[in-house]
């Protein structure tokens, strides 16, 4: 493969690609079909990858950091990966496994999560105000001081996560699962907790304000 095509974005057909390990950083992808390529490994460190397609696509132990991820990653193998300082505003996330990795300061505001698996993932400091995140699985996850203000969580599985000191201003938590949660001086106020499990949950400090 020409290497330096792809680097530049030349080549928009990638779709099944096997770029394992591959060194990328400060690729220019924006706009490439890389649905279900293999990524594994491979180093995206400040890459362009906005309006690019990787549904189905192996990025699992990728290096990412900095890059612009507003792309579509729709049922994407993320698992280890580390996307700490990436662009994911608006981001396509649905029902992708996002295990372990790590979003420290993301940038994931209005970004589709429904369905994805974040357990284990270290969201320390990202910014998640609006996005959708239905059903995804969040146990154990780190999410201390987040901004979750106005994201949708219903029927989401927080178990055991640390949400210190977290924004969930007006958030949506009807049928969520925060048994054995930590949401110490977290922000709840206005937030929707019909049906929400807080068994075990630690909400010292936490404000609970209805305006």
Same mark, same amino acid.
């Given at each position: 493969? $020409?290497?330096?095509?792809?680097?530049?974005?030349?080549? *928009?057909?990638?779709?099944?690609?096997?770029?394992?390990?591959?060194?990328?950083?400060?690729?220019?992808? *924006?706009? #490439?079909? &890389?649905?279900?390529?293999?990524?594994? /490994?491979?180093?995206?460190?400040?890459?362009?990858?906005?309006?690019?397609?990787?549904?189905?696509?192996?990025?699992?132990? !990728?290096?990412? #950091?900095?890059?612009?991820?507003?792309?579509?990653?729709?049922?994407?193998?993320?698992?280890?990966?580390?996307?700490?300082?990436? $662009? &994911?505003?608006?981001?396509?996330?649905?029902?992708?496994? &996002?295990?372990?990795?790590?979003?420290?300061?993301?940038?994931?505001?209005?970004?589709?999560?429904?369905?994805?698996?974040?357990?284990?993932?270290?969201?320390?400091?990202?910014?998640?105000?609006?996005? $959708?995140?239905?059903?995804?699985?969040?146990?154990?996850?780190?999410?201390?001081?987040?901004?979750?203000?106005?994201?949708?969580?219903?029927?989401?599985?927080?178990?055991?996560?640390?949400?210190?000191?977290?924004?969930?201003?007006?958030?949506?938590?009807?049928?969520?699962?925060?048994?054995?949660?930590?949401?110490? !001086?977290?922000?709840?106020?206005?937030?929707? #907790?019909?049906?929400?499990?807080?068994?075990?949950? !630690?909400?010292? /400090?936490? $404000?609970? *304000?209805?305006?």
């Amino acid at each position: 493969m $020409d290497l330096v095509a792809l680097r530049t974005g030349k080549l *928009k057909q990638l779709a099944g690609a096997n770029l394992e390990d591959e060194d990328l950083v400060e690729a220019d992808l *924006k706009n #490439v079909n &890389l649905a279900g390529a293999n990524l594994c /490994g491979a180093d995206l460190r400040q890459a362009q990858l906005n309006g690019a397609c990787l549904d189905g696509t192996n990025l699992s132990g !990728c290096r990412m #950091v900095g890059a612009d991820l507003r792309a579509t990653f729709q049922g994407a193998r993320l698992v280890q990966s580390d996307l700490s300082e990436t $662009d &994911l505003r608006g981001a396509n996330l649905r029902g992708a496994n &996002l295990m372990q990795v790590n979003l420290v300061q993301a940038g994931m505001a209005g970004a589709f999560l429904s369905g994805a698996n974040l357990s284990g993932a270290n969201l320390q400091g990202a910014d998640l105000r609006g996005a $959708d995140l239905r059903g995804a699985i969040l146990n154990s996850a780190n999410l201390e001081g987040a901004n979750l203000a106005q994201a949708d969580l219903q029927g989401a599985q927080l178990i055991n996560t640390n949400l210190e000191e977290a924004n969930l201003r007006q958030a949506n938590l009807s049928g969520a699962n925060l048994s054995q949660a930590n949401l110490l !001086c977290a922000a709840l106020a206005d937030a929707l #907790v019909e049906g929400t499990n807080l068994s075990g949950a !630690c909400l010292v /400090g936490t $404000d609970f *304000k209805v305006s």
